[in-house]
């Protein structure tokens, strides 16, 4: 029978087989498939099962008067979740170990359990560890449990009994069903728990945020196998090593998803940062070759980074090209252009990308300002300290538009840059007295360059020639 087969599961992104493999066709990992136990749906295909019909609504007559959604009191947070917390929503909150995951959700906990009753169930910490974390953040709002338990069942009960308004798992992974016969954290465990919590979340209306670790050639299942079972998904990430921490939506059922929102750990908990333009660029070096200011769009936020090209003479056969935080392909493909479109080359040179504050810009916009960085760097000139630059550049070099170009310039006229180098056919919408920021449109990246640091095309010939 169908319904009794196992499954082969990828612990890392979820994929499924009916037989084991060694290597997932979907996200690429070797050995990552588990034998698990399909999830407890009632999938009767084909044929009734016995079943009576259930009543069938209009679309005009489903009462859905606006999602209902609670604060949580830290407004960036908000916004990325789309305008609060909906009620009755699975929300997964996924990052690397000690990335501040629980820190976050307990200084949710503050706000939201000023109104209800909100229940911090940890797998992984006695209750005491947990008051210790909020002694430090200050949370002490009367309306907050916690339950130190990672036997689902019970954790169940418990909110049967409690009936919270807010339900904290911290971890999914740490969580085990009796009716499942494998280890916390195996795939078949995690599904299933996330599968049941989904239910109590529906039934009773209750918001649980889930936390899942991410794991890197651990034997836990990643959140990505949670993915489609849960409402939302957010991804909290940044360098251990620096304070930022940056959670991105990945996926939203209740909102736009490629939000960010911009935080900073301290011995308090974490600060949210309203303005992450002026901390992406507070560390900005002066009149260093190789560094050119992007506006890029992170969800609906126009958000100004730094990009930063180092060219320098190569002591290996091959030489190094190397992009962090920028897509390699599209690295190599500038400088492609950059030869033969302009007349720089790269031959022999080692070239290194890197985008600061750990941010990752995969937007076309983006093409310009590496490739006059890469250039800057190449000639080893400083680019103006107060200039900013936007657009795609194609095959041919020529300079193309970029969507929203008005939200860019006003960040970046808001930021204080007093230049802005775009796509020539952009200049139109910008040049109704809207602005006060000067616009300098190129219609190729010859021109582009020019515009950037008064190069010749003389100079840019001679070196074709050379
Ligand atoms: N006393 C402290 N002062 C300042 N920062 C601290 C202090 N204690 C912990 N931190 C910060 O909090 C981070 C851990 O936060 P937290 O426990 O919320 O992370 P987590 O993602 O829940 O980790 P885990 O994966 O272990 O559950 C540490 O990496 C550190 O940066
Ligand atoms: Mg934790
Ligand atoms: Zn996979």
Known sequence: M???????????????????????????????????VPLSAPASRGGTG???????????DINASEDIRCLTGISELDRVLGGGLVQGSLVLLGGDPGIGKSTLLLQVCQQLAAKRKVLYVSGEESARQVKLRA????????????????DLDTVLATIREEKPGVVIIDSIQTMTLSSVQSAAGSVSQVRECANVLLGVA????????????????????????????VDAVFHFEGEQNHAYRIL????????????????????????????????????????????????????????????QALITKSGFPTPRRMATGFDYNRMQMLLAVLEKRA?????????????????????????????????????????PADMLAIGEIGLGGEIRSVIRIEDRVREAQRMGFSRVLVPASCTEALSSG???????????????????SEVSPKEAVHREEE
């Open 343 to 383: 007349g720089y080359f790269f031959g022999s040179l080692d070239a290194y990308i890197n985008v600061v504050g750990g941010l990752k810009l995969d937007e076309p916009a983006c093409d310009l300002p590496i490739a006059l960085a890469m250039v800057s760097g190449l000639r080893d000139r400083p680019l």
């Open 50 to 60: 016995g079943r009576k019909p259930a009543p069938v609504s209009a679309i005009g």
């Open 248 to 307: 991105r939506a990945i996926k939203n059922r209740y909102g736009a998803t490629n939000e960010i929102a911009v935080f900073e750990m301290r011995d308090s908990g974490l600060q949210q940062v309203t303005n992450p333009s002026a901390m992406l660029l507070s560390e900005r070096p002066q009149a260093v070759s190789g560094s050119c200011v992007v506006c890029v769009l992170e969800g609906s936020r126009p958000i100004l980074a730094e990009v």
């Open 2 to 36: 169908l319904k009794n087969r196992e499954v082969f599961v990828c612990r890392e992104c979820g994929y499924e087989t009916v037989k084991w493999l060694g290597k997932c066709p979907s996200c690429g990992q070797w050995n990552t498939f588990e034998q698990a």
């Open 202 to 229: 529906k039934e009773n209306d209750i918001s649980i945020i889930l936390v899942g670790h991410v794991t890197k050639e651990g034997n836990l299942a990643g959140p990505r196998v949670l993915e489609h079972i």
């Open 434 to 452: 809207k602005f006060q920021i000067q616009v300098i449109g190129a219609s190729n990246i010859r021109q582009a360059l020019k515009a950037a």
């Open 135 to 150: 002694m430090r953040l200050g949370v002490n709002a009367p309306g907050l449990f916690v339950l130190s338990n990672g």
